[in-house]
């Protein structure tokens, strides 16, 4: 039921050895929400899924999944779960029909609602032309598909993708997201981690991992409105110009300009208040840079992430002086 | 009440086709075996005959001559040169040319008539021993025999006092092929049937498919079953071509039954496949798996009385015989081949292989981890 908390995980921690993989992540995700999970690579991000998969077993903390403990429930959760890996495991020798067969049997599905539900996926995953081929034989975005579709014969309540758009071409990647947004709509709770700011954008609720820390989470537009993000007295300003680079160097310099980043044609800032555009607009007019446009603009995720690590990272280092 | 062996079936459907359409793996499994089976069988062979032999003969009779012609004729030696000196022999000998050679010398017809003991020396490569034994005894049959006619003629009797009447049953032509192929079928079935069932969870592992499989509701049983059966059907067709060339090719008989082969063959291929899955539960990849499955198959070629035969050996590794699967294997193919012996008279050894299977199987399901890392 939409509201209901359907996954949840409280002081969740990993140790491999002495390094700590995932350290007291602590999060609630309601039922029927899209959870964008990111971070850099071996932060952590498929050490929290391979857990609340149950393929590994916490060092420390808890875990549910629709109210089934993960490491003591396995049974209960394992057919309310579907799991994308990173790889999209499939079996190369088989067919697409047939690796849908054996993951449908798998999970106890035979006769007419193996039939019916086979044919359904196949419909939505536009995989009709392929049955046929072996699956070693299908591209990057085929292959995802079938992965897709595989994972999904046993209507999942909770479907976990790990970097499911990873190498594969945009149009794919596109498609796909269509595809995701079609199951949040009939009341699925999908886990997907990504490394696509765009992707993470798309969420209902994302949560941004560094250092094996959950650093933030919640929905998107929550985090945008954060003080740390906004620090009070500051605005974001998105100012377009000829000569981005150039004018770069000259805003860098400027009294008042707290971050600045190129961002396509455009430079990204984060001004004091006090600063007037004027006198950016007068300070690249003595540098000859014409037809500048300069708007105020709200900050994106990445704006966020990059501000919450920074902040993170200051703090370790503090702590560590 | 959830059944122990869910997910079962679709193992089964999947595994089936997969081995099917992996022309590469069926292969490794077959042709290695067969030949195998054809080289063992043709290079085991305990029969020895046509040794080269050189003859010194000083003497130059026609009783010299009698003489080499006795030993020609045992089948055992086949002459194929004539030394002028001592020294030639020993050369020709050193040289690896000739198996053994027959000294006759110049006084040999002379003291022959004369009734005294007339000497022919016979020179044997040692190097090798078993051919080495056989010229020996073959070489002292003829002379003694020689020498048992010729006491006959003197004291007049015509019969002589003692004379066996060997029969020898099972295999009356001393074939080594019989004594042999039952046990390299033994040894060859072995190798196809463990490495396959050792590589086939650790390919998923390599693959990243048995992620997959470990978040389904798969049970270990089902998983482990379903591994082993296809390749248990594999098993009973290569056993069949491996009984097949055994019988038309190296011209073994089967004495017994052959329903009582294949009973013995089922019960020992499920115990070889039980210790393949031991070893992938183990193996994190597909190297260490042939590392492993290497070290438990050969023991197998030594002790389990293949070749040789186990109550000549030390003590120890008499011992080691009894926890090689193999050896009961063997035990049972060459008495209902060779011997016509009944399941039952040899139910000691259906009954410990079918222990053994059933508790590898058990503790390799039970030690398959369904949780990575």
């Given at each position: 039921m939409p509201g209901e908390i359907m996954i949840e995980c409280d002081g969740l921690t990993k140790r491999f050895g002495h390094f700590i993989?995932?350290?007291h992540v602590s999060f609630k995700i309601a039922a029927g929400s899209i959870f964008g999970f990111l971070g850099p690579n071996g932060s952590g991000k498929s050490t929290v899924i391979r857990m609340l998969c149950g393929l590994l077993q916490p060092t420390e903390g808890v875990a549910k999944i629709a109210g089934f403990d993960v490491t003591r429930q396995t049974d209960e959760i394992k057919s309310i779960i579907g799991y994308m890996s990173q790889q999209f495991s499939l079996y190369d020798e088989l067919t697409v029909y047939e690796n849908m067969t054996f993951y449908g049997r798998l999970y106890g599905l035979r006769g007419d609602a193996l039939t019916k539900k086979r044919d359904q996926l196949i419909k939505l995953t536009h995989l009709e032309p392929f049955l046929r081929r072996r699956a070693a034989q299908l591209s990057g975005g085929w292959r995802q598909r079938l992965a897709m579709a595989c994972s999904l014969l046993h209507d999942p309540q909770v479907l976990f993708l790990d970097e499911p758009t990873a190498g594969i071409d945009p149009v794919a990647r596109r498609e796909l997201w269509d595809l995701l947004f079609e199951f949040s709509s009939r009341g699925m709770t999908l886990f997907v981690t990504t490394h696509y700011m765009d992707e993470a954008e798309r969420c209902t609720h994302v949560g941004y991992i560094h250092m094996s820390k959950l650093i933030v989470c919640g929905a998107p537009d929550d985090l945008k409105a954060l003080p740390e993000v906004n620090p009070p007295g500051t605005k974001r300003l998105d100012v377009t110009c000829d000569h981005v680079t150039k004018a770069l160097q000259i805003v860098h310099r400027l009294q008042g300009v707290r971050t600045s980043t190129v961002f396509g044609q455009s430079m990204r800032l984060l001004v004091d208040q006090s600063l007037a555009d004027d006198v950016i607009r007068s300070e690249l007019a003595r540098a000859n840079i014409t037809n500048v446009d300069i708007r105020q603009i709200s900050p994106s995720l990445e704006d966020v992430f990059v501000a919450l690590t920074a902040n993170r990272d200051r703090e370790v280092q503090e702590a560590a002086a | 009440m959830k059944s122990p062996f869910r997910g079962f079936v679709a193992m089964l459907y999947k595994e089936f086709i997969a081995v099917l359409r992996d022309p590469m793996t069926l292969f490794f499994m077959f042709f290695p075996p067969l030949v195998e089976m054809i080289a063992f069988g043709y290079a085991l062979d305990n029969d020895i005959k046509n040794m080269s032999l050189v003859v010194l003969d000083q003497d130059r009779t026609v009783e010299s001559r009698e003489l080499v012609d006795r030993f020609a004729n045992t089948g055992t030696f086949r002459v194929t040169g004539e030394a002028q000196s001592l020294e030639e022999v020993r050369t020709i000998m050193r040289r690896g040319k000739a198996w053994a050679a027959l000294q006759i010398p110049p006084d040999f017809t002379r003291e022959l008539h004369a009734g005294r003991t007339a000497h022919v020396q016979v020179l044997i490569d040692g190097s090798s021993s078993t051919p080495a034994l056989q010229a020996l005894n073959t070489s002292l049959a003829v002379t003694l025999r020689q020498s048992v006619v010729a006491l006959l003629q003197e004291s007049g009797?015509?019969?002589?006092p003692v004379e066996v009447r060997p029969q020898v049953l099972y295999n009356p032509a001393l074939r080594s092929p019989n004594f042999f192929v039952p046990g390299v079928i033994g040894v060859v079935l072995q190798i196809a049937t463990t490495f396959a069932s050792a590589m086939s969870l650790v390919r998923e592992r390599e693959r990243g498919t048995l992620e997959q499989l470990l978040v389904s509701p798969l049970s270990r049983w089902g998983l482990m079953l379903g591994k082993l059966t296809p390749y248990m059907c594999i098993g009973l067709v290569m056993a069949s071509t491996l009984f097949g060339i055994m019988h038309w090719l190296f011209l073994v008989p089967i004495a017994g039954s052959v329903l009582s082969m294949f009973v013995a063959t089922i019960v020992y291929v499920f115990t070889l496949l039980s210790m393949g899955l031991l070893v992938s539960t183990r193996a994190q990849n597909q190297m260490q798996a042939m590392q492993m499955s290497m070290a438990l198959i050969l023991p197998s070629v030594f002790?389990?009385?293949?070749?040789?035969?186990?109550?000549?050996?030390?003590w120890i590794f008499y011992e080691i015989g009894f926890f090689i699967p193999t050896t009961y294997f063997i035990e049972l193919m060459r008495a209902i081949v060779l011997r016509g012996a009944s399941l039952q008279e040899f139910w000691v050894n259906v009954v410990v292989l079918i222990g053994m299977g059933i508790l590898l199987f058990m503790f390799s399901a039970l030690r398959f981890k369904r949780r990575l890392g």
């Open positions: 993989a995932v350290d | 009797r015509t019969q002589v002790f389990s009385g293949f070749i040789f035969p186990r109550e000549t050996m030390p």
